[in-house]
């Protein structure tokens, strides 16, 4: 049967659809065409960004061969010569059962790693003794279009700018601020600095240089440090609403920091193995044998459900005890506001995570990097706005010295009441020994 019509792909992608056939000459592609190999030579300069993805559309036949009729392998290089090219991946298509499940034969997924020019060298072995030679079949070209990356470059710089502007202006209020230095402006300080890391200032530079594995790596890692560091910022401060006492270090921020730690430390592990985002993982793709792996997603889904558990307990007794004036510890605006902000926040971003678990595909997680970014800055200023320095510790001093004065006037004029009270009994006094 025949491939499937190309659907349209979805935004920001393109997708290039030619045969093995037809040789194709276009300024960033082309295609040599031979008995039993096809090659395609990609120029991604100008052209595209991020990665490109090569798919392959088998025949009915070769999706029931018991051998591997189809291999392909992606090799990439600079300058004019290949003397130092490097094979950076390589596919194998098996006809079997799950194969005949899928609509293609074949896919690569390809990053851009820093080389001009890349080459797709796919190759077709004999099949039941006849020769080599391939048979008519799709081929399709998928990837990220200048016009997207333009967009990302002009939304990420601005952002940059306006988290170092906050970062300056919060850094010199912490330093104006007359009050005792609050821990909890440290975390803000520090969360602020990896949400430059969210930003990704080097962004533009890594398109410049057609991609970069270790940029690319230290993005991603600036990323899950990020999301750690909020995490753990969500359980002190819930957690703290609580505990109006001190706070012993074994007993509150140890259990926190282990269980965050744990997180980051497998969330880190699987990006490094895999190469991708935990998030962005297929759990049902990894090979059952593969125990690094399966024990790195168990303690990534442990690790996650227990935060989202222990938050979801924390968030939900202070929201329960919000506004409750029979406690102990009455909340201050900043904690109200705090719970306000994060339960928008977090309402917010998982309905984001299931809008692209049910309908995304395969690139739309880069159209929904941008709202992801915003909403991240925006809860973030509006955080910083909460813990400005002096802010909390001016309107408590304005709390203490009204709650001061309503206690000195009420001692004023229950003095006076008692002197004029004492004054009626002796007058009674006198009328009584008349």
Known sequence: SAPPP????????ETLVFDAQNPVALSYMQSKVEESRVA??????????HYFVFTCYVPEAWKEAKHAPLSAAVVGWNGAERDA????ASAAHTGDASSEKRAYGLQLLQPLAGFEHYEIDVHAA??????????????RLTYVPPRFTRTQIGVRVCLCTLTLLLMCAFCCAKA??????????GWIGVILLLLLAINDPLYAYRVHVLGSEQLEQAATVGQILF??????????????MQRAGAKTCCGFYLPKITLVGAYTASACALFLKHGRLPDRLEVSTFVSDDTVTTSLVAVLIVCLTL?????????????????WKQVDYVYTDRE???IGMTLVFISLWVCGLFYRALHGQRGSWLMLQLPFLALSNSYLVLLVNAFWPGVESSISASIAANTADQISDAEHSGAGGSKDRQGLLDADDDDDDE
């Open 6 to 13: 190309p659907s349209p792909p979805p935004p920001p992608l």
């Open 40 to 49: 395609i030579s990609i120029s991604p300069a100008r052209e595209m960004s």
């Open 85 to 88: 090219e490097m094979t950076l």
């Open 126 to 139: 004999p099949t039941e003794g006849a020769p080599a030679k391939f048979p008519r079949m799709e081929f």
């Open 176 to 185: 104006r601020a007359e009050a005792s230095s609050d821990p909890l402006q």
């Open 227 to 240: 999301s750690a560091a909020l995490f753990l910022f969500w359980l002190v401060m819930a957690d703290g």
């Open 307 to 323: 935060i989202c558990m222990w938050l979801a307990f924390l968030v939900l007794r202070a929201t329960y005890h919000l506004g």
């Open 336 to 338: 109200k506001s705090f």
